[in-house]
């Protein structure tokens, strides 16, 4: 019988094929998917970002343990969908516009999808119109803009205005993070979140999306 301790293990330590491999097993030996989940999988994210909390951890291990999630939950996540099983929520993700990083973006993507949020990751360079066009078409309870340069930084400040000019500011919360952004910017610019880092953003977002 599949070991979710097992599951567990190699998604915090980043075996990726152990992950995969255990995955398979359970869902070949009918496994509720959500069970995977819930008892596998956010707990071995979540252990990976308060170690990263403690310093336990730095980026290489949270987005080596985040891979394995992801490798891990590309399997389960077709059958879900047959079962209507509902997400924590609907995020949608980008780097703003002038601004081709994206690892920090593609970390906090994945922890994201470790935490329970179905994502929907816009890439690098994204201008305001097309997550406008984003939240019109997916309908998301939260979007994330991240920034590496503080050169790029007024672009989360113009997305947000764009958001309130489409009608569409009420519907969806917005949260902030990258290295130049602070908590102090996320309120003037009327964002509703700001994250330090990878890790918190999932607290963050679970507060958000609850309030």
């Not at 959500?34 to 403690?54: D, S, T, Y």
């Not at 078409?137 to 989360?156: G, R």
């Not at 205005?161 to 290295?179: I, P, Q, S, T």
Request: charged share 25%; with cysteine; aromatic share 4%.
């Amino acid at each position: 019988m599949a070991d979710l301790n097992k599951l567990y293990e190699a998604i915090l330590t980043g075996d990726q094929a152990t992950a995969v491999a255990i995955t398979r097993e359970a869902l070949e030996e009918k496994v509720d998917p959500q069970v995977l989940i819930n008892e596998a999988m956010i707990p071995a994210m979540n252990e990976a970002g308060r170690r990263f909390e403690c310093e336990e951890y730095f980026v290489p291990e949270l987005l080596i343990a985040a891979r394995a999630m992801k490798s891990a939950l590309e399997l389960i996540r077709p059958l879900l969908s047959q079962t209507g099983a509902k997400p924590v929520g609907r995020v949608i993700i980008g780097t703003v516009k002038g601004d081709l990083h994206d690892i920090g973006k593609n970390l906090v993507a994945s922890m994201l999808e470790g935490g329970g949020f179905e994502v929907i990751d816009l890439g690098a360079d994204v201008p305001a119109e097309k997550f406008v066009q984003a939240v019109q078409e997916k309908q998301p309870d939260l979007v994330c803009m991240s920034a590496l340069l503080t050169v790029t930084m007024p672009a989360m400040k113009t997305t947000i205005e764009a958001l309130k000019a489409a009608g569409l500011r009420d519907r969806v919360k917005v949260m902030v993070g990258g290295a130049p952004v602070t908590e102090d910017y996320a309120r003037q610019i009327g964002a509703d979140g700001y994250a330090e880092n990878a890790s918190r953003a999932v607290a963050a977002a679970r507060q958000l999306i609850a309030a």
